[in-house]
T-cell receptor, first 117, second 114 residues
Framework: DAGITQSPRHKVTETGTPVTLRCHQT?????MYWYRQDPGHGLRLIHY???????DKGEVSDGYSVSRSKTEDFLLTLESATSSQTSVYFC????????????????FGPGTRLTVL | GENVEQHPSTLSVQEGDSAVIKCTYS??????FPWYKQELGKRPQLIID?????GEKKDQRIAVTLNKTAKHFSLHITETQPEDSAVYFC?????????????FGTGTKLQVIP
């Protein structure tokens, strides 16, 4: 499973509270991603990182921020959680390398189920 | 931006029969098409992929075909088994601003009936 872990695995929180999800990888992969998975929508990209302190927005970034201070950690923060952010969140990594821009495999973490009441 | 449509959303087959899942994409610049399998409560995992310079790829009971002209690609599973039951996601990928931009389909829930 490419040494990718996520914490917490489950979280229930209330509207308006801040929440931080952590993705940790031991593979030294350069690229890291945060997706959310919702019924009928598949996987949608929130933010991604192409190196330490290098991040950019995905297609559903509103209400989320990220940080990457070390190669192995990628944090996703919901500054003020809303019920619409109830979802399953997946972190993914990619090695980069020569084949990266031609397309290669993404490795996913086990997911975090977040419920915002 | 890229739009990936996937059909059907659910599929039930008898064990031993074949299953076909179809996807279309809109951006002709997409050049890499992976398929991921997600078992219930688990993470998505790559099962097969194909690049735009290849029309077909096979790995044991799984095959993928790509028609660049029509912008569609399909996953074929032969001799289905109960352990094939899962949600399958197609995706289309292209290079965009120095990173691999991947757009996923909405998923197909495959049920193999013993």
């Amino acid at each position: 499973d490419a040494g990718i872990t996520q914490s917490p695995r489950h979280k229930v929180t209330e509207t308006g509270t801040p929440v931080t999800l952590r993705c940790h990888q031991t593979e030294n992969h350069r690229y890291m991603y945060w997706y959310r998975q919702d019924p009928g929508h598949g996987l949608r990209l929130i933010h991604y990182s192409y190196g330490v302190k290098d991040t950019d927005k995905g297609e559903v970034s509103d209400g989320y921020s990220v940080s990457r201070s070390k190669t192995e950690d990628f944090l996703l923060t919901l500054e003020s959680a809303t019920s619409s952010q109830t979802s399953v969140y997946f972190c993914a990594t990619n090695t980069g390398g020569r084949e990266y821009l031609d397309g290669n495999e993404q490795f996913f973490g086990p997911g975090t189920r977040l419920t915002v009441l | 931006g890229e739009n990936v449509e996937q059909h059907p959303s659910t599929l039930s087959v008898q064990e031993g029969d074949s299953a076909v899942i179809k996807c279309t994409y809109s951006d002709s610049a997409s050049n890499y098409f992976p398929w991921y399998k997600q078992e219930l409560g688990k993470r998505p995992q790559l099962i097969i992929d194909i690049r735009s310079n290849v029309g077909e790829k096979k790995d044991q009971r799984i095959a993928v075909t790509l028609n660049k002209t029509a912008k569609h690609f399909s996953l074929h599973i032969t001799e289905t088994q109960p352990e094939d039951s899962a949600v399958y996601f197609c995706a289309a990928s292209k290079e965009s601003g120095g990173y691999q931009k991947v757009t996923f389909g909405t998923g197909t829930k495959l049920q193999v009936i013993p």
